[in-house]
Nanobody
């Protein structure tokens, strides 16, 4: 079993930045892919970004060039740096983990990101 704990959400104005962190309960970053998904109110959960066990990154088209995913293997943490935030980025953001980033086996509890003036 893997526990994932997100932090760093909040309220930010359009064009601003936020940094989300995800701490894993054990050393899995070289075993599992790690990712971020988000779910806006009334919509389905959607993929945002992932970093594979080998270090390769992947992004949704809607966040390319604005968001950056990274990891610290020694600290068992994954970070999502979000720049140039837009109102449409408002959602609950979930950290994910599993053998394949496209089909996560584990989820965090989520952290709210609100982009509004």
């Amino acid at each position: 079993q893997v526990q994932l704990v997100e932090s760093g959400g909040g309220l930010v104005q359009p064009g601003g930045s936020l940094r989300l962190s995800c701490a894993a309960s054990r050393s899995i970053l070289r075993i599992y892919d790690m990712g971020w998904y988000r779910q806006a109110q009334g919509k389905q959960r959607e993929f945002v970004a992932a970093i594979a066990k080998g270090g390769t990154t992947n992004y949704a088209d809607s966040v390319k060039g604005r968001f950056t995913i990274s990891r610290d293997v020694a600290k068992n943490t994954v970070t999502l740096q979000m720049n140039g935030l837009k109102p449409e980025d408002t959602a609950v953001y979930y950290c994910s983990s599993g053998p394949r980033w496209a089909a996560p086996a584990y989820w965090g509890q989520g952290t709210q990101v609100t982009v509004s003036s």
